[in-house]
């Protein structure tokens, strides 16, 4: 493995060679100040994140310059070189109608209730629940500082490989955890909320061994649900289907990292932007192919780098994306199996676009096979080709920058605005002050924002390795401070972006319901038949205290004033 050193690094290692004890010590010791803070106060909804301690063996540091940072890499378990490994599971290759999805979903959470929660975000327009299977170590509590990433099927009714992709996905995951460290690592580290149908209507109406044509893909009121978002920049006067309004509420309850929405009809990643001020609309690809080849011009965002870097992260580990071979004659070939959206053929209404621009989610579109809804005994060989790219792409959440915003009191900043400079769609944080972003190695300019707090800048770090992990602390204001992130106004939009605390639960003999109650828009809670009373109860995590450690930091000959606190393999420095 070739090692890539830099000067911060070199200066941490002697240190560590110098006093092996402290860098021993520092990597199973207390978690970070301000997440130890937040989970002191006994909150009873929200435990303190502790990444896994299935980690890599290296014990090299790496200054995060301006930032006051230092972390251990994880590079071992998320960078290892890993093969396919075939599904060990026992789910048929075949297709499942809403009943026999609903069925095997219930009964994955019935076997594997420690790392699986089943909610419901809504119901189709004829009345089919939007099911969501959560996949994770805490499957029933968000935990402080560990990301939410998802997975949405189906988008297109008629486009039914990817369905069946996260069902195995599903029980590839769960199977796995406790035989494959990669997997136990990702579940451990990761809560992944997967969507296999967001258009059960459509897939109602669609036919097996229909590869081209419209049948069933639009919803039972005849919408493309891929064109019903609000656009960045056009207006989108088509009215919000029960589906759509159903993932817009959700991920503004949940702050998303990072996402993928699986269709079909071609062999590409496509990333944002999908729109773009002055393109002729097509409506879709098939009908876009001449148009393609002429006039599309690529629409290209602030994080285009990073775009490419995910959709290539699925293209080569695609069995067959990579080379860029176009279905058919007439299609457009693909170099390396990626594409920007709107360089394919432009559209008004994305979901991409709109996760990426209102709530800062890296979505990209996975178009996973050429026939949209091919016979049932091809699904073998689909499952094949994307089984490790499905799970490679989610891993890409640990990349880049994360961390809390606090007052000088520790306490977390609800909603504070913040954006990478030069790079102007913003993000903001969560109900706990926690922050997430994907980007590629480098040296950036954190610029943050908050109502009653003076602006911050900070420079900082972000390596190859592991996440940089960053606290910010703001000190308050009289006056208030400027709006910096990108939120277009939709009357059919709710904008509100506190993270949700989705406590969920299942219960195998009866059915649960979603509901949002007590006034709290920013919370779910499912309610389920209680065996025991007959009555409805909810389960709540319980909070855990971690311990705290304060160590002395040193940086070559220098000393720094300050604190070090560890979050399991990964020490944070706060000035």
């Given at each position: 493995?070739?090692?890539?050193?830099r000067?911060?690094?070199?200066?941490?290692?002697?240190?560590?060679?110098?006093?092996?004890?402290?860098a021993?010590?520092q990597?199973?010791?207390?978690?970070?100040?301000?997440?130890?803070?937040?989970?002191?106060?006994?909150?009873?909804?929200?435990?303190?994140?502790?990444?896994?301690s299935n980690v890599?063996?290296?014990?090299?540091?790496d200054?995060?310059?301006?930032?006051g940072?230092?972390?251990?890499?994880?590079?071992?378990?998320?960078?290892?070189?890993?093969?396919?490994?075939?599904?060990?599971?026992?789910?048929?290759?075949?297709?499942?109608?809403q009943?026999?999805?609903?069925r095997?979903?219930?009964?994955?959470?019935a076997?594997?209730?420690?790392l699986?929660?089943?909610?419901?975000?809504?119901?189709?327009?004829?009345?089919r629940?939007?099911?969501?299977?959560?996949?994770?170590?805490?499957?029933?509590?968000?935990?402080?500082?560990?990301?939410?990433?998802?997975?949405?099927?189906n988008?297109?009714?008629n486009?039914?490989?990817?369905?069946?992709?996260?069902?195995?996905?599903?029980?590839?995951?769960?199977?796995?955890?406790?035989?494959?460290?990669?997997i136990?690592?990702?579940?451990?580290?990761?809560?992944?909320?997967i969507?296999?149908?967001?258009?059960?209507?459509?897939?109602?109406?669609?036919?097996?061994?229909?590869?081209?044509?419209?049948?069933?893909?639009?919803?039972?009121?005849?919408?493309?649900?891929?064109?019903?978002?609000?656009?960045?920049?056009?207006?989108?006067?088509?009215?919000?289907?029960?589906?759509?309004?159903?993932?817009?509420d959700?991920?503004s309850?949940i702050?998303?990292?990072?996402?993928?929405?699986?269709?079909g009809?071609?062999?590409?990643?496509?990333?944002?932007?999908?729109?773009?001020?002055?393109?002729?609309?097509?409506?879709?690809?098939?009908?876009?192919?001449?148009?393609?080849?002429?006039?599309?011009?690529?629409?290209?965002?602030?994080?285009?780098?990073?775009?490419?870097?995910?959709?290539?992260?699925?293209a080569n580990?695609?069995?067959?994306?990579?080379?860029?071979?176009a279905?058919?004659?007439?299609?457009?070939s693909f170099?390396n199996?990626?594409?920007?959206?709107a360089?394919?053929?432009?559209?008004?209404?994305?979901?991409?676009?709109?996760?990426?621009?209102?709530?800062?989610?890296m979505?990209?579109?996975?178009e996973?096979?050429?026939?949209?809804f091919?016979?049932?005994?091809?699904?073998?060989?689909?499952?094949?080709?994307?089984q490790?790219?499905?799970?490679?792409?989610?891993?890409?959440?640990?990349?880049?920058?994360?961390?809390?915003?606090?007052?000088?009191?520790?306490?977390?900043?609800?909603?504070?605005?913040?954006?990478?400079?030069g790079?102007?769609?913003?993000?903001?944080?969560?109900k706990?002050?926690e922050?997430?972003r994907?980007?590629?190695p480098?040296?950036?300019?954190?610029?943050?924002?908050?109502?009653?707090?003076?602006?911050?800048?900070?420079?900082?770090?972000?390596?190859?390795?592991?996440?940089t992990?960053?606290?910010v602390?703001?000190?308050?204001?009289?006056r208030?401070?400027?709006?910096?992130?990108?939120?277009p106004?939709?009357?059919s939009?709710?904008?509100?972006?506190?993270?949700?605390?989705?406590?969920?639960?299942?219960?195998?003999?009866?059915?649960?319901?979603?509901?949002?109650?007590?006034g709290?828009?920013?919370?779910?809670?499912?309610?389920?038949?209680?065996?025991?009373?007959?009555?409805?109860?909810?389960?709540?995590?319980?909070?855990?205290?971690?311990?705290?450690l304060a160590?002395?930091?040193?940086?070559g000959?220098?000393?720094?004033?300050?604190?070090?606190?560890?979050n399991?393999?990964?020490?944070?420095?706060?000035?």
């Amino acid at each position: 493995m070739q090692l890539r050193i830099r000067f911060g690094a070199l200066l941490s290692l002697l240190w560590c060679v110098v006093n092996p004890t402290f860098a021993a010590t520092q990597l199973h010791a207390a978690r970070s100040a301000s997440v130890a803070q937040q989970a002191a106060k006994g909150d009873g909804e929200v435990r303190a994140f502790e990444p896994s301690s299935n980690v890599g063996q290296i014990f090299s540091l790496d200054r995060a310059a301006g930032g006051g940072l230092y972390a251990f890499d994880n590079f071992s378990i998320t960078h290892e070189p890993r093969a396919y490994r075939p599904d060990i599971g026992a789910l048929d290759f075949v297709y499942h109608n809403q009943e026999e999805m609903t069925r095997y979903l219930r009964e994955t959470v019935a076997r594997y209730p420690n790392l699986t929660a089943l909610y419901s975000i809504g119901k189709s327009a004829q009345g089919r629940d939007l099911w969501v299977l959560v996949v994770s170590a805490s499957p029933y509590e968000h935990m402080l500082g560990k990301p939410d990433v998802k997975y949405i099927g189906n988008i297109h009714g008629n486009e039914a490989v990817g369905r069946e992709l996260l069902l195995h996905l599903i029980q590839y995951l769960v199977s796995s955890y406790g035989s494959d460290p990669y997997i136990k690592w990702l579940l451990d580290n990761t809560r992944i909320h997967i969507l296999p149908s967001l258009n059960p209507d459509g897939y109602a109406a669609s036919k097996e061994g229909t590869c081209d044509g419209g049948q069933g893909r639009y919803n039972s009121r005849g919408f493309d649900l891929n064109r019903n978002f609000p656009d960045y920049f056009k207006q989108n006067n088509k009215r919000s289907q029960p589906e759509t309004e159903a993932v817009k509420d959700w991920i503004s309850k949940i702050q998303f990292v990072l996402s993928g929405s699986l269709h079909g009809g071609a062999l590409v990643v496509s990333y944002p932007y999908d729109n773009t001020p002055n393109a002729k609309i097509c409506r879709s690809s098939s009908t876009c192919a001449v148009f393609h080849s002429y006039t599309s011009q690529p629409s290209l965002t602030p994080d285009d780098d990073v775009f490419k870097h995910l959709s290539l992260t699925y293209a080569n580990n695609h069995g067959k994306m990579s080379r860029g071979v176009a279905c058919k004659t007439a299609s457009p070939s693909f170099e390396n199996g990626i594409t920007n959206g709107a360089a394919w053929y432009p559209l008004t209404g994305g979901m991409q676009d709109f996760n990426y621009v209102w709530h800062g989610c890296m979505e990209v579109t996975l178009e996973v096979s050429c026939c949209k809804f091919p016979p049932a005994y091809e699904l073998r060989k689909y499952w094949d080709d994307n089984q490790l790219s499905l799970i490679k792409f989610l891993a890409e959440a640990h990349r880049g920058v994360q961390g809390f915003v606090v007052d000088p009191t520790g306490n977390p900043i609800e909603r504070a605005q913040l954006k990478i400079k030069g790079r102007d769609i913003g993000f903001t944080t969560t109900k706990y002050g926690e922050f997430w972003r994907v980007l590629l190695p480098g040296v950036y300019k954190l610029e943050v924002y908050a109502d009653g707090y003076v602006p911050k800048d900070v420079d900082f770090m972000v390596v190859e390795q592991h996440p940089t992990l960053l606290n910010v602390t703001l000190q308050p204001s009289k006056r208030t401070t400027p709006n910096i992130v990108q939120q277009p106004s939709s009357s059919s939009f709710n904008t509100q972006q506190s993270s949700m605390l989705d406590t969920v639960a299942t219960h195998s003999a009866g059915t649960g319901s979603l509901a949002v109650g007590g006034g709290q828009a920013d919370r779910i809670t499912v309610h389920f038949p209680d065996p025991a009373t007959g009555g409805a109860s909810m389960r709540q995590p319980q909070p855990q205290q971690p311990a705290i450690l304060a160590l002395p930091v040193a940086n070559g000959d220098v000393a720094r004033q300050g604190t070090a606190t560890t979050n399991g393999d990964r020490i944070i420095f706060t000035e």
